[in-house]
T-cell receptor, first 109, second 115 residues
Framework: DAKTTQPNSMESNEEEPVHLPCNHS???????IHWYRQLPSQGPEYVIH???SNVNNRMASLAIAEDRKSSTLILHRATLRDAAVYYC??????????FGAGTRLTVKP | SAVISQKPSRDICQRGTSLTIQCQVD?????MFWYRQQPGQSLTLIAT?????????ESGFVIDKFPISRPNLTFSTLTVSNMSPEDSSIYLC????????????FGSGTRLTVV
């Protein structure tokens, strides 16, 4: 399986944008880039996914590099409720979901 | 998206005993997945459970230790057998959500402590 590399932790101030990076230099052409987050004492929840083009939804934006070897999850205005572990996952369609270590995001008031 | 009910939410068990964790989904799903999350760690896939067939286990997990049932398209159980303190973890079930293969929904997990 292609692997992802994320910083162990990041900090942000409340109401400021947050850019969470993910490197996936061994990504293959059929790998989708998924982002999940895990709030304290909860199961992971879906955030966003993409293949080649940048994606936006109500939770976040996903910026994918042109060579697809890296991506960035963008939270436009961090809130205290966004404090979580964020996982960047590569997944081939119809295959299972495998998690890396993730990035622990701390949001300061 | 699918709603998952996982029971029990937590339990404290004696070593050498077994615990069965239930996962109920509010819609029919083809594949269900069981994960383990050890303290302070990320999630590790234990097995994939398809209705009507034997579960497929990942490397390091065996059926004798983690037997799985999948009697229908909305329900699955995971048993943690002959428990030791090293089995203390959060166990989570997951299904593909209504985003199809693009999104998974996770249960809130079962926090297991073995003493």
């Amino acid at each position: 399986d292609a692997k992802t590399t994320q910083p162990n932790s990041m900090e942000s101030n409340e109401e400021e944008p947050v850019h969470l990076p993910c490197n996936h230099s061994t990504i293959s052409g059929t790998d989708y880039i998924h982002w999940y987050r895990q709030l304290p004492s909860q199961g992971p929840e879906y955030v966003i996914h993409g293949l080649t083009s940048n994606v936006n939804n109500r939770m976040a934006s996903l910026a994918i590099a042109e060579d697809r070897k890296s991506s960035t999850l963008i939270l436009h205005r961090a809130t205290l409720r966004d404090a979580a572990v964020y996982y960047c996952i590569l997944r081939v369609l119809n295959n299972d979901m495998r998690f890396g270590a993730g990035t622990r995001l701390t949001v300061k008031p | 998206s699918a709603v998952i009910s996982q029971k029990p939410s937590r339990d404290i068990c004696q070593r050498g005993t077994s615990l069965t964790i239930q996962c109920q989904v509010d819609s029919q799903v083809t594949m269900m997945f069981w994960y383990r999350q050890q303290p302070g760690q990320s999630l590790t896939l234990i097995a994939t459970a398809n209705q009507g067939s034997e579960a497929t286990y990942e490397s390091g997990f065996v059926i004798d230790k983690f037997p799985i049932s999948r009697p229908n398209l909305t329900f699955s159980t995971l048993t943690v057998s002959n428990m030791s303190p090293e089995d203390s973890s959060i166990y989570l079930c997951s299904v593909e959500g209504d985003r199809g293969p693009y999104g998974y929904t996770f249960g809130s997990g079962t926090r297991l402590t073995v003493v």
